[in-house]
């Protein structure tokens, strides 16, 4: 491998979000104002993946300094040069306040603030070409693979995983060694190892953002829980949506197969591995694993009944081990710095880092990666840099089947065992901060039309019971809701944790419960003003009966 | 064995039990809706969630198996708050049209409703009504009524393996819908029922012909037979409380004769006379394959009395058609030979003649629609009821159908043997054509003990039997030594393993009885509900003990099908035979018909 002797990187953002405001325009012409400047061969211009700032047009950064520009249009680009790269001050017009992230200290190391520093899901977003394997292996990629074929036995992986206390991503947070050794005590083969890359949760994206920013490393972590489990077939389920991160992992296959990485005899070890690429067709309940391996195996998008559990009888009835994308990145990192390393991230009992988008009225929406562990106050003040107008009023946690919190909950630790505590969860990993010009009735309502159009169908309590909550919130909405309408909602949301046939039906609940526990008031001005007659007609509609 | 509590009650049950079923080892019946036992267990409906001490969430008990020091709890709070507001969600958007209702007091969900005490239903209405699908001659479908259990998806594509209907669109907005269109029939449906037979509201259901039959009744210009089916008998008291298996042949000529049918026939007529046509057709087939080498004869040959089983071989199996029995089934052979041989016998055009079939199957209301079932020059059969449409047209009556006395059918077209009664089994027409066939070409009883070939009884899916021929009469000598090897499927799903094993020539069969039901006839769509298991078992005894009890025993013995040939038809397989006994079929598959 050619190694390039640059002085200075300057990163261009290429993702689904950038390139729609021209990100591969600024690109061409970057290159064409730094050659005329004569400064090719001391400054690189690479396509990464995100950068980390959303909503602020093409985003570009610059290493060594770490500096990021957001809103970058093709007319800057020849002052921006000219400024930057030539006169060396900073281009002030499209400088934003977030910076790249650098190497971390681990001596200086506090688990509790590391902004802007350690990063292991994303460290290398934003840094390296995802659609060049060998900047990948430039950082250290594959290296991680090697160790594990060749001087690792499959069970110490599984040891090593489980030490570092990783728990899934997806949401459910299921200890991560403790499923791989599910799969790898069965008997049964071939087995399979599935990367769910569905991310259907409302305000996620933090997956694709990982697929087009670090393709490989999602690679990387599939062969290597393969080798745990003894799979030799491993397959990325991926939303159709996702047209960059599908190109990207394509590139990302050929060219870890074309250098023996993927394949036959990886590493001359006798493992093979192959991935391939399964596109899913955007229904929110495919994310739920075993509708995922329905919808794999071409039937209808349905959860099965569990047990058997996806590592005893999962795709096409073998064993399966299902991970979800950032899931899977955190394994590479962890097999080649151990899990010592991983656990001085994050809490004791949510060791490592979490990767959330973060959106709503604050002043930077975008991707960040933080330890396990802090506190929504520091997300929203620290890395959001504050409410962007008004006040804060509330934030929904984890995509829209997660908790509607308050400010009396600004000081929780965000992991898994501090929120169960208190009875909320941590989600998928999208944090929405809202302000006061948001009605907590609007957002269920909004929530709820999701979730009657993704419900499968399949149970009667989520098939019927999110439809009746949309038609209650409608009410709310309109101030024309019955005297038990609170009651009615409560006592449907709970039916539906205890008894809905998936994690769909159940989450739906969760919003619901969580607003009826903090926003009760405000929910009860959508009540109207009611004199109740006993029914005579039973025919007639509830609200003829109420308010006549 | 696994101990476990159930209501802090200690029980010990084998490994693998489900919490439903220990818990009516207690004497517990936890409610269920969308369960059917050994076919459907999805955990759907969620009716039976009950509280398993350390679970986060409520359990379904269907589904969910017992394991060691499990705590149960099937009455908590929480457990009856749960089924109240599922069945108020299912409730929400059901047509509150019980009193009109096809299942008013048989539907498992107003029974739910009752039992729970739902006195308010606090969700509203929010779906807008779908069109009635009348579509086809057998099934209606109101989509309305739909509470989306997918019993008859299971039915449909487990059991039966014809995969008509199927669940589609998502959440809220999924129907249950017969193929990529709206209506029955533009998909391929074989008619079976047996989705109507599982339904436990009434989405689905037999068309219902009642009114057209009491207005022939009350027609005086017409001279109105009714034919009962086999099955009937031995099912038709379960409308009125009667335990599964209690036998009403009795009880049913004479409420029939009370309804006003002007003749009590018997389909088991026309099963003597289908296993004489048949049996002689078998023959012919082995003679024309054994002796004469015509390779144009095709062997096996299949049965033809199931009318699901023909429309399934039409749809699935075209190239079949040369296999399958050219014998009408019972029902159409009675319509035609009521409406020419008896009509002319007692002087009535066959105009005034009505012909009303009680079958235990939907199908049968198709069959008789063909227009190959004309052979009488008008259709052969008029009405086709279920077995559950004559329990409705009893009560109607007002008839006390329990207390009943027992009255005899009417001659000559009301006579049978015992080989008819057992038509109603899966294997019933096979023994019966053995019992035929070996008695003309030996000239001997059928050697097994009470006639009964008893490897082809039963519920096995697939059965077999072999039966060496020996001491055989002279013009049947080219059979000396043959082993004839027969089979019978019952259920489309059974039928479709057999048949594809065949045709991989894993196995070689003479004769093969195939009945689209699973357990035959007795198991039929249009039987009461609901057919489990034990009810099919207790209906087959049943069955098999009128046969035991019957003078005659073989068709070919019966007395009044002696006189019929004599006076009518000449001999098996002749000229007025194969006008009016037999039929053909149509290949389906490419869809031009």
New interface residues.
Partial sequence: MMVKKNIAQILVGIDSNTVLSGARKVKTKLITEISKQGLSDQIAVIETGSIGPVNKGVVIGIYPTGEIYGNMSEEDVAEFVQERLVKGRPYKKRLLPERLPLEVDLSTYDPRRTQYVGRIVLDNCGRINPEDIEEYIGVGGYEALGIALKEKTPQEIISLVRDSGLRGRGGAGFPTGLKWSFAAREKETPKYVICNADEGEPGTFKDRLIMEGDPHKILEGMAICGYAIGANTGYIYIRGEYQLSIQRLKKAIEDAEKLGLLGQNIFGTDFNFEVKIKIGAG?YVCGEETALLNSMEGF?GEPR?KPPYPAESGFLSKPTNVNNVETLANVAPIILKGAEWFRKFGTEDSPGTKVYTILGQINRPGLIEVPMGITLREIIYDYAGGISTGEFKMVQLGGTAGDILSAELLDLPLDYKSLQEVGHNLGSGAILIMNESVSVVDLLKCGMKFF?????????????????MY?SFQRLEKKIAYP?ELE?IE??A??L?????CPLG?SVATPVLSALKYFKAELSEGIKPHKIYK?AV??Q??AEIIYS | MINITINDRKIEVPEGTTILNAAKKVGINIPTLCYLEGLQE?????MC?VEVEKAA??QPSC?TVVSEGMKIYTNTK?VR??RK??LE??L??HP?ECNTCDRNQDCELQKLAEEHGIK?V???S?KERLPLDESTPGIVRDPNKC??CRRCVTVCQEVQEVTTLA?R??????IIAPGAGDLLSEAVCVQCGQCSAVCPVGAISEKNDIDKVWEALDNPDKLVVVQTAPAIRAALGECFGLEPGTLVKGRMTAALRILGFDRVFDTNFAADLTILEEGTELLARLKKVLVEKDKKVALPMFTSCSPGWINYMEYFYPELIPNVSTCKSPQQMFGAIAKTYYADKIGKKKEDLVVVSVMPCTAKKFECEREEMKSSGVKDVDYVLTTRELGKMIKQAGIDFVNLPDEEMDAPLGISTGAADIFANTGGVMEAALRTVYEIVTGRELPFNGLHVTPIQGLAGVKEASLKIEGTKEEWRFLEGVVLNVAVAHGLGNAKKMIEELKSGKKQYHFVEIMACPGGCIGGGGQPRLTTDEVRKARIQAVYKEDEGREYRKSHENPALKVLYEEFLGEPLGERSHHLLHTKYFNKKDGTI
Wanted: proline share 4%.
């Fill in positions: 229904s209808r009944l009657v159009h993704e419900s499968c169908g399949r149970c009667s309590v989520c098939r019927i019971g999110t439809r009746q038609e038990d009615n006592e449907l709970k039916g944790k205890l008894t809905a046939f159940q029914p039973r025919n509609s509830r | 999805p955990g759907s409906c969620r969630v969430t409520l589904v929480r708050e749960a507001i599922i969600l299912l929400s958007d509150w308010e606090r969700f509203q929010v509470i989306l669940p669109a998502r959440g809220f907005n999924t």
